[in-house]
């Protein structure tokens, strides 16, 4: 089975394995010197600041940048990613029978309280209060009904990772960055005065929580392609 899989990896926090077919890219390129570079490029990295890219904004959308430039500028039948410290389940993969219709996510992480107060403790509410906003104003395609299941229940599949068929993974490319577009442009200006790291880059943990919501309603978002859930560890 040809598939690939981009381990989202940064300046200082590089892959710690390898799996599968697995291409490493730096996010946040565009900040790096050219003599690093010239480093991580003799060890065939890719970087995050070639072709279509937003590798700019990756003080602010983390591993997202990473994720835009596999959408962007990849061609892989099956493609997904991972990152530098977590990895897909060798033995979970492996016994996939993949379907040209099916999305393969990052299995659940379940937290001792709801996933609105667990992100809002530990990344600030801003994120979700501008998540309301932009559904108030109809900005992104949520309802205040959809958002409200965040106050009700207590898991999310974490870390961005997921991996399917080319057509598959570019669809919820397509609607994850729509709804990640439109917070960035409504915050970007308040962004740079945030001081704490994880609240500056609260967009970049905020998508964990709007995957979350989409693979709730796949059908409404994603038509009939199915959610499978895939294991996963963190090293």
């Given at each position: 089975?040809?598939?690939?899989?981009?381990?989202?990896?940064?300046?200082?926090?590089?892959?710690?394995?390898?799996?599968?077919?697995?291409?490493?890219?730096?996010?946040?390129?565009?900040?790096?010197?050219?003599?690093?570079?010239?480093?991580?490029?003799?060890?065939?990295?890719?970087?995050?600041?070639?072709?279509?890219?937003?590798?700019?904004?990756?003080?602010?959308?983390?591993?997202?940048?990473?994720?835009?430039?596999?959408?962007?500028?990849?061609?892989?039948?099956?493609?997904?990613?991972?990152?530098?410290?977590?990895?897909?389940?060798?033995?979970?993969?492996?016994?996939?029978?993949?379907?040209?219709?099916?999305?393969?996510?990052?299995?659940?992480?379940?937290?001792?309280?709801?996933?609105?107060?667990?992100?809002?403790?530990?990344?600030?509410?801003?994120?979700?209060?501008?998540?309301?906003?932009?559904?108030?104003?109809?900005?992104?395609?949520f309802t205040i009904e959809q958002l409200d299941v965040l106050k009700n229940f207590n898991y999310l599949s974490s870390c961005n990772m997921f991996f399917g068929y080319r057509t598959v993974f570019d669809k919820v490319c397509s609607v994850l960055f729509e709804i990640i577009f439109e917070i960035y442009n409504g915050?970007?200006?308040?962004?740079?005065?945030?001081?704490?790291?994880?609240?500056?880059?609260?967009?970049?943990?905020?998508?964990?929580?709007?995957?979350?919501?989409?693979?709730?309603?796949?059908?409404?978002?994603?038509?009939?392609?199915?959610?499978?859930?895939?294991?996963?560890?963190?090293?």
């Amino acid at each position: 089975m040809n598939y690939t899989f981009y381990c989202n990896c940064f300046q200082n926090n590089v892959n710690k394995f390898t799996q599968f077919n697995q291409k490493n890219l730096i996010c946040g390129s565009s900040y790096l010197s050219n003599e690093y570079k010239q480093i991580l490029n003799n060890k065939d990295f890719l970087f995050d600041d070639t072709g279509d890219n937003i590798s700019y904004v990756n003080p602010w959308l983390g591993d997202l940048t990473g994720l835009y430039w596999v959408w962007k500028n990849t061609s892989d039948e099956i493609v997904g990613t991972n990152q530098y410290r977590r990895r897909w389940l060798n033995e979970s993969v492996e016994n996939l029978k993949f379907n040209e219709k099916t999305l393969y996510v990052s299995a659940p992480f379940k937290f001792d309280e709801t996933v609105y107060e667990q992100f809002s403790r530990c990344h600030g509410e801003i994120g979700m209060l501008l998540l309301y906003e932009a559904a108030r104003q109809k900005k992104i395609p949520f309802t205040i009904e959809q958002l409200d299941v965040l106050k009700n229940f207590n898991y999310l599949s974490s870390c961005n990772m997921f991996f399917g068929y080319r057509t598959v993974f570019d669809k919820v490319c397509s609607v994850l960055f729509e709804i990640i577009f439109e917070i960035y442009n409504g915050s970007k200006y308040a962004l740079p005065y945030i001081q704490n790291g994880k609240q500056t880059r609260m967009i970049a943990f905020l998508s964990e929580r709007i995957l979350t919501l989409l693979y709730l309603h796949s059908k409404q978002y994603f038509g009939d392609i199915e959610i499978v859930d895939v294991g996963w560890e963190m090293l």
